[in-house]
């Protein structure tokens, strides 16, 4: 049997085992070829066998004996179905990639798979897939991990235009896939081929080619700024590709510069104008250069070398991720000259036709700053309570290295006939360094917190009480003063065996990993300033109320506070030995290879990442707040003593510190999937699926001195002391029919102030269950179609979002936060329908169009502030609560249509010239977005009792509703 293709390089033979069984793996995606040969048979040729990333394809060749030598052609269709594969997965090729109307760029990519909720943080790229959290996806780059140490998204913007194909797992992954516990995203690059072949790609819009569906005066009468959409647009790549050595060295080189200009849909002047300082709107700029090189080495005919580089760069002179109304343009960063440098080298080697073996290594660079801007150096940040908004300086610069080192090796075996079946057997072993360097710094360290700046009160928490706030960051006055270290350090092995009966198929496999996370040893200087605190009295030196609170550190707290110096030892701050078994079964149903039945269970194992478990890290970004109690009333920060000041939480400075407990458990996810895959008509497959997943051990911090049972005593009885009231309901009005009775709690005044320890509470939870229908028609007879709908429900009360995932959401904190906190989680959508295809048109006219809807997102009403009575013996004056259970309402639902039209010229032996017109929200989605949350503060034991609603709610925060054109170019050879 004779192997040719489009993703391989010369060809492959194999001798076929008695009972007639060929195969060919590790073969790249692409179209092949096979040509069966034997003595007094007919020689059988089969063409237009497409593979697919991660998907086993099985043919049967039948053979007619003959007298004499002869050829057989046969362009059969290629099998849709895998019946062989437990996995759930979807693949997209590039072909199909550059057909549909959507954003050039992995995030849209991966939002159009079944399940898949952005959480709306483009420079990130996360979305909550089939019930995971929105840093759960691994993503790989040729098979080899890319997600980042420190935050767990992908660590570079990879481009789409060196895809060759995407496979997105989303179910019953094999083994030898870890470091995930929803999706594993894997992206198969491009590698040149044994003809030369290139092109390039432009994409252009501007605001001439956007249409604003909510009128302008409509608009300015709301008092908000006009829907985000882009100024301009450009987006140009070049690629090209080819041999050096026919059937021995291919290479590919792709290059991409983007650039877009977009206008800030927030306005913090308005704010500002409240607070009597003009400031100047801002909008948004994005510039970023890619670059790919690639190279295919076929060193000799059982060994193949790849070898890969990537390159990223990335400016915006306002950081995307940190604008928002309250930042005017003093506080906002530069996210400045980000670098992000990827190598990875592969060798196969096949030692026979039925054993291989494949090793590979990764480094990862990335460089990541983000300063504050000129002019702003010595500021101090201010804080106006009335107004809701930030002024100054930035709140401090943060300059990231991250390094990511891996190296694999796996073994695979095939056996026929082995205790009554055949086996494919693989066993590997991974080894994984990744490093996180922090430097933060800031040259004045204070903020200055004012209740109303423009009146001149600078008593944040309380006027009448001359209680203001006084908050400190504790780092650096300048950069490169120290080295801030979080790394992690793992060894994964992994056996897996796919058993194959004939028309039953049985996928074992069993993970074993130990991973950790450690702290080099690290120092931090004595830290001094050249700026003294905010209202600071001018007859004090510039750090002597500093050392005035060092001092007083030292008398209450502790003999090191966070402006000493200090020198921390080496220590392993979580460790995790893991188990990870993977079961599934295929049946094909009726023996020929076109219905499978499948079902599967895995266990899977989130990896540690080091932003997660960084809490003990005593030089992590940070600082203390005070109450400052202003005793002589002359609005003057004075020394303790003549004024008074009470710190409300503390880190802590111990060099021994261990913020987990010590039998922290691994977070984990079981899965259980079953379904149905069918091929309804030639090259068009069907899928009906229902996956069951269940969170377990989930991190969490907790209050160590005072936890969260509201039922918990010590010697003086109930920690938490209770306080039931009756709240107005919905309408904020008393006497109606939806008030209702809670009951919330305050910490007894004698209580020591809050420690925090991670652990995992037994009342965390998430669980997920969705049915989903599939459709999958790839392209033939003119026509293609991809999409989904899907059912589902999402409900927990540890939130799957960024913020969460760190463990430290605050759900635990004390129990008030317990109080309706378990229901929809904000990622839950329970109907989602996608669907995407082409139809190719007479006279090379091609139609393309996307189509999403799902529900709208879930949101809870809540209480700002329950005060207390102020005889209540307890350390808060207020509380906040959720008025009903998580996620009890839903906002809107999104509907969306995208419309591609295209052109295709033939050049004639040169190439082909495509021309391409975008038309996204076709449909003319629009509205508003309107405050719906009444989220009250309330004085309960008032006669009457007393109400003020959110000074927002109610409001239009924004408007959205652009029709927008895009026009692009390609030109392939």
């Known amino acids: 049997v004779t192997l040719t293709g489009t993703g391989l390089m010369g060809q492959r033979t194999y001798i076929t085992t008695e009972g007639g069984r060929f195969r060919f793996p590790a073969l790249s995606p692409g179209e092949y070829e096979i040509r069966v040969e034997m003595p007094g048979f007919k020689t059988v040729i089969r063409k237009g066998l497409i593979l697919r990333v991660g ?13 004499i030598e002869e050829e057989v052609e046969v362009i059969a269709e290629s099998p849709v179905v895998d019946v062989k594969s437990s996995k759930a997965s979807i693949n997209y090729s590039a072909d199909f990639i550059a057909s549909i109307p959507m954003n050039r760029d992995l995030y849209d990519i991966q939002n159009s798979i079944p399940g898949a909720i952005a959480d709306g943080a483009e420079y990130r790229r996360t979305s909550s897939i089939l019930g995971g959290t929105v840093r759960s996806a691994l993503y ?7 997600n980042d140490p420190a935050t767990f998204y992908s660590m570079a913007n990879i481009n789409v235009d060196v895809y060759e194909e995407i496979e997105f797992g989303v179910g019953s992954l094999p083994a030898e896939v870890g470091q995930t516990d929803s999706a594993y995203i894997n992206i198969v690059t491009k590698s040149g081929g044994n003809k030369f072949t290139g092109g390039f790609t432009g994409y252009y819009t501007s605001d001439a080619l956007a249409e604003n569906l909510i009128a302008l005066e409509d608009i300015q009468a709301l008092n908000v700024f006009e829907p985000e959409k882009y100024t301009a647009y450009y987006d140009g790549s ?42 100047e709107h801002y909008d948004l700029r994005h510039e970023e250069w890619m670059g790919f090189a690639k190279l295919t080495f076929q060193v000799t005919n059982a060994i193949k070398y790849m070898g890969m580089l990537h390159y990223n760069h990335i400016y915006e002179p ?22 992000t440098y990827t190598t990875t080298h592969q060798l196969n080697w096949v030692i026979n036709q039925n054993t291989f073996v494949d090793a590979r290594g990764t480094y990862i660079h990335r460089y990541f700053p983000l300063n504050h801007r000129p002019g702003t150096e010595g500021q101090y940040t201010y804080y106006d309570r009335t107004a809701r908004v930030y002024w100054g300086r930035l709140f401090y610069d943060d300059e990231y290295i991250r390094k990511k080192m891996l190296a694999s090796a796996s073994i695979t075996h095939f056996q026929d006939d082995f205790l009554g079946a055949s086996h494919e057997m693989k066993a590997g072993f991974e080894f994984e360094q990744s490093e996180y360097h922090r430097d933060w710094y ?17 008593y944040y928490y309380s006027t009448s009480g001359k209680r203001g706030r006084l908050r400190i960051r504790y780092c650096p006055p300048a950069k490169g003063m120290w080295d801030v270290q979080d790394h992690v350090r793992r060894f994964s092995g992994f056996v897996q065996d796919s058993v194959d009966t004939g028309r039953l198929a049985i996928n074992l496999g069993l993970r074993l990993d130990y991973s950790y996370q450690y702290e080099p040893e690290q120092h931090r200087p004595e830290l001094r300033y050249d700026y003294p605190a905010p209202l600071q009295n001018p007859a004090l030196g510039t750090n002597e109320l500093l050392e005035a609170l060092i001092d007083q550190w030292h008398q209450d707290i502790g003999p090191i506070s966070p402006f000493d110096a200090l020198t921390t030892p080496y220590k392993k701050v979580v460790e995790f030995l893991t188990l990870s078994p993977r079961i599934g079964i295929v049946y094909d149903v009726f023996g020929d290879g076109k219905t499978a039945f499948k079902a599967s269970f895995a266990r899977y194992y989130e990896p540690v990442w080091s932003a997660k478990y960084n809490a003990a890290q005593i030089f992590g970004a940070g600082s203390i707040s005070y109450y400052w109690y202003d005793l002589n009333g002359n609005k003057l920060m004075d020394l303790p003593g003549t004024d008074r000041y009470r710190v409300t939480s503390y880190p802590k400075q111990d060099p021994e510190y261990t913020y987990y407990v010590d039998d922290l458990k691994a977070p984990y996810m079981h899965e259980f999937l079953t379904g149905i895959e069918h091929e309804l008509v030639r090259d068009f497959k069907l899928g009906l699926q229902f996956v069951y997943k269940i969170n377990k051990n989930i991190v969490e911090d907790t209050d160590l001195n005072n936890g969260y049972d509201p039922e918990a005593t010590d010697e003086k009885g109930l920690i938490w002391l209770p306080y039931t009231f009756t709240e107005p309901g919905y309408d904020s009005i008393y006497g109606t029919s939806d008030d209702q009775t809670l009951t919330v709690y305050g910490l007894r005044e004698d209580r020591p102030t809050p420690t925090w320890m991670g652990l995992n509470p037994p009342e965390a939870k998430r669980k997920y269950w969705a049915l989903i229908l599939t459709f999958d028609k790839r392209m033939s007879n003119k026509w293609q179609l991809k999409g989904s709908i899907l059912y589902s429900e999402f409900k927990g009360n540890a939130q799957p979002s960024y913020g969460s995932t760190e463990g430290e959401s605050g759900l635990f904190d004390n129990p008030n936060t317990m109080i309706n906190s378990y229901g929809r989680v904000s990622f839950d959508r329970p109907l989602q329908i996608r669907l995407m295809g082409t139809v190719i048109l007479p006279y090379d006219f091609i139609l393309s169009a996307y189509f999403q809807h799902r529900s709208g997102s879930p949101w809870t009403r809540t209480i700002s502030r329950v ?6 013996p ?18 809107a639902p999104y509907t969306n249509l995208d419309l591609r039209v295209e052109k295709s010229f033939r050049l004639g032996d040169v190439g082909k010239l495509n021309f391409y017109v975008d038309i996204f929200n076709l449909g003319g989605r629009s509205g508003v977005s309107i405050y719906q949350n009444p989220n009250p503060y309330i004085w309960p034991y008032r006669t009457p009792p007393e109400v ?7 409001t239009i925060s924004s408007v959205y509703g652009v029709r927008s054109v895009r026009l692009g170019v390609r030109f392939t050879f």
């Open 140 to 146: 790989a780059l040729d098979g080899v991990p890319m």
């Open 238 to 279: 070049f690629n090209f590709g080819g041999p050096i050595l026919v059937d021995r060295v291919w290479f590919f080189l792709n290059g991409r510069r983007l650039v877009w200009d977009r206008e800030n849909p927030y306005t913090p002047e308005n704010r500002m104008a409240k607070v009597g300082i003009a400031s």
């Open 55 to 67: 998907q086993t394809t099985e043919i049967k060749i039948e053979m007619t004996m003959s007298t």
């Open 867 to 872: 005060y207390f009575p102020s005889d209540m």
């Open 874 to 891: 307890v350390q808060q004056s207020y509380v906040g609560v959720n008025a009903e259970p998580l996620g009890s309402r839903r906002n």
């Open 318 to 339: 306002y950081y995307s991720n940190g604008i928002g109304s309250a930042y005017p343009t003093d506080v906002v960063d530069i996210w400045n000259h980000e670098n």
């Open 948 to 954: 003020e609603l959110d000074e927002l709610y109610g």
């Open 442 to 458: 800031r040259e004045n360290p204070w903020y200055s917190y004012w209740r109303n700046y423009a009146d001149g009160n600078p």
